[in-house]
């Protein structure tokens, strides 16, 4: 074994004596996948996955599965398993390609055998036939819905679905990264931080009048609504405001006539429905 799967490998074991199991098994490694993502940051990709593995618990029905009874006939019962629950295909896939994202890793880390317990099933994930997104007129009501006497959040709400729709679809965390930094000589420039990729893109009126009204002293923030210190409390004030926001969405969908919920999802839906017929122009 050489050096750095070695180091891996010890790494991997501090995690499992820490957790107090007994044995070792693809539980107690995926636990500490858990503990290696949140180490370095990612909060959400850490939450998601210890939610696959308490689904995968409920299936076992025990607190562990040695690696060399992780076989096909495991996956293929609890493959039927996930089915029996009714979840949507979709589901079910993430379910087992996430299971099976963790079994690659102990292999390359030498504590698993290099075979394929996943063989056989299908988890493609099957693109939706129908995205919702908003039309014009629909964009154009949201806009000029009164909002009075609504709470303070609707508003914000409201506010950052315009906005998200504005600059084409732009993702939230990006968003509230935004600094005044990122306004030159009448564009908007950032970079994605999911890909990477720098998007510039003009900065109209409209983007202005709403960043206008979260403005706050001392922050050169264009939404200053991530005030934590440390990466794990941004990002769990970050996760409180989505929920929230998304949570007015829905109410404000209902208030529009909307037969499915209104979420930022729908935002960056309705921009790219649009993109053909629509420009920005349009919709200010």
């Given amino acids: ?44 990709a850490a939450i998601k996955l210890k939610k696959y ?19 096909a006939l495991l996956m293929r019962n609890y493959h039927t398993w996930l089915k029996n629950q009714e979840l949507g295909r979709n589901t079910i896939s993430l379910y087992i390609r996430n299971l099976k994202r963790v079994y690659k890793l102990a292999v390359n880390d030498g504590l698993a055998a290099d075979c394929n317990p996943f063989e056989g099933l299908d988890v493609s994930y099957r693109v939706k036939k129908y995205r919702y997104g908003l039309t014009l007129d629909d964009v154009k009501r949201l806009r000029d819905l009164d909002l009075s ?16 729709v504005y600059t084409k679809g732009m993702r939230s965390d990006d968003i509230f990264r935004l600094t005044s930094k990122n306004i030159k000589n009448g564009q908007l420039t950032y970079r994605q931080h999911v890909t990477g990729k720098e998007i510039s893109l003009p900065w109209e009126l409209a983007m202005q009048e709403i960043a206008d009204r979260y403005k706050r002293k001392g922050s050169t923030l264009l939404f200053p609504v991530i005030t934590a210190k440390s990466p794990h409390e941004q990002w769990i004030q970050y996760d409180g405001i989505l929920h929230r926001i998304n949570y007015n969405l829905k109410k404000l969908g209902e208030k529009i006539g909307l037969d499915y919920p209104l979420n930022l999802t729908v935002a960056r839906h309705s921009w790219e429905s649009m993109t053909k017929s629509v420009s920005i122009s349009d919709l200010l």
Avoid: C, W
């Avoid at 593995?53 to 076989?71: A, I, M, S």
């Fill in 1 to 44: 074994m050489d050096n750095n799967r070695q180091k891996n490998v010890q790494t991997v074991a501090v995690h499992v004596d820490s957790q107090n199991v007994t044995g070792f098994g693809f539980v107690a490694y995926t636990n500490s996948r858990v503990e290696k993502l949140r180490d370095e940051g990612r909060y959400d």
């Fill in 53 to 71: 593995l308490r689904k995968f618990l409920n299936y076992l029905g025990k607190n562990e599965v040695p690696f060399k009874d992780f076989d």
């Fill in 149 to 164: 006497g609504e709470s303070e959040m609707t508003v914000f709400a409201r506010d950052i679905f315009l906005f998200t």
